[in-house]
């Protein structure tokens, strides 16, 4: 079992950086991948991007191509979220969850057994 705990989340302006971490404790060397997602009020749980635990290869939904990059050290431990030019479009919470069984990279939101509480963006205009 795969325990994930997000933070960095808060209120900022439009145009701003945000990085969200993602601590990943338990059997963490049963991690394939890495993904995060974002779910907005009223709206559906919106997959952005993944990285795969040993490789580092990433993959990213065309909504987060160019101003997000996913990352992960895995001598921390840490999944990571940098969030460039933040939009009030972009506010949501913000989870990211792991793939314990290999379903692999440009898996959908199924994929994933172990989710973080998620963490609350907040962009002002």
């Known amino acids: 079992q795969v325990q994930l705990v997000e933070s960095g989340g808060g209120l900022v302006q439009a145009g701003d950086s945000l990085r969200l971490s993602c601590s990943a404790s338990?059997?963490?060397?049963?991690?394939?991948?890495m993904a995060w997602f974002r779910q907005a009020p009223g709206k559906e749980r919106e997959l952005l991007g993944a990285?795969?635990?040993?490789?580092?290869?990433?993959a990213y939904e065309d909504s987060a191509k160019g101003r997000f990059t996913i990352s992960r050290d895995t001598a921390k431990n840490m999944g990571y979220l940098q969030m460039n030019s933040l939009k009030p479009e972009d506010t949501a919470v913000y989870y990211c969850?792991?793939?314990?069984?290999?379903?692999?990279?440009?898996?959908?939101?199924?994929?994933?057994?172990?989710w973080g509480q998620g963490t609350q963006v907040t962009v002002s205009s």
């Open positions: 990285v795969t635990w040993t490789g580092g290869r990433t």
């Open positions: 969850a792991a793939d314990t069984y290999g379903y692999g990279l440009y898996s959908t939101e199924d994929a994933y057994d172990s």
């Open positions: 338990g059997r963490t060397s049963s991690i394939f991948n």
